[in-house]
């Protein structure tokens, strides 16, 4: 399983929410690139780069952050937050990023997400699936919908969806534990998803829960910055 270490950005620096409210935030560190070199010298290969300014901008904000990430170390990025445009998504690979992940797009917007993974590939387009209450989520979880989050996965997994990274808003940045229950749902229905977690992770026993579940990888933000988990723990993980 990969362990995906996460960095939310606002205004520059590393943050992180409770439960996506922007007005529940926690400043970490001022430089997202030290932050990201150190996850490198951990040994950890992945990188979840999350523009919250992009994403309540509807717009990319923080691209000269990813661009600074993507020059000096070799993680593999994957980056969301504001990508509503397929030239912003065309920019956001341009800066160094090798996936990008659709959220809210997807949700309002069908055909362009559907263009996306058309031009880009299953292999470049990650779709985030923000759920409460089994509903999906949208605009940096401000806003509901109706979506059914299973139905919502069957319509981009028949044409060709390969990554999500799902997100129980109740779950995150809690440090209770992960969705352990709907992930195992989830995969029970798309046995062949690579499934990401993400949201609760507090610790290495929640890690190898997931794993034994068959989750594809685990986003960890949270519980790296109130050292829940090492980064040395991650990386013998």
């Known amino acids: 399983m990969e362990i995906i270490p996460a960095i939310d950005i606002i205004d520059g620096q590393c943050v992180r929410l409770a439960q996506g409210d922007y007005a529940q935030k926690t400043t970490y560190h001022a430089d997202p690139l030290e932050v990201a070199k150190s996850f490198e010298s951990a040994g950890l290969r992945r990188l979840h780069l999350v523009d919250l300014d992009g994403a309540k901008a509807k717009k990319v904000v923080n691209l000269p952050v990813l661009q600074s ?40 917007n069908k055909e362009v997400f559907t263009e996306w993974l058309g031009r880009f590939g299953g292999e470049q387009v990650i779709l985030g699936a923000d759920v409460l209450d089994r509903k999906i989520m949208v605009a940096g979880w401000q806003e509901a919908t109706d979506l059914d989050l299973l139905k919502f996965l069957r ?22 534990g992960p969705a352990l229950a709907l992930y195992r749902e989830i995969l029970m229905e798309f046995p062949g998803l690579k499934l990401i977690a993400s949201g609760g992770v507090s610790g290495l026993e929640d890690l190898y829960q997931l794993r034994d579940a068959g989750l594809y990888g685990a986003i960890l933000g949270k519980a790296i910055y109130e050292k829940k988990v090492t980064l040395e723990e991650l990386a013998e993980f």
Not at 73 to 94: M, N, R, W, Y
Not at 155 to 171: A, E, P, Q
């Open 69 to 108: 990430i993507a020059r000096e170390t070799s993680l593999h990025i994957d980056f969301g937050g504001g990508v509503k445009a397929t030239d912003q998504v065309e920019k956001v690979f341009a800066a160094g990023a090798k996936q990008v992940t659709g959220g809210s797009i997807a949700a309002k």
């Open 155 to 176: 319509h981009y997994v028949d044409i060709g969806l390969s990554y999500v990274i799902c997100t129980d808003i109740s779950k995150d940045g809690m440090l209770q």
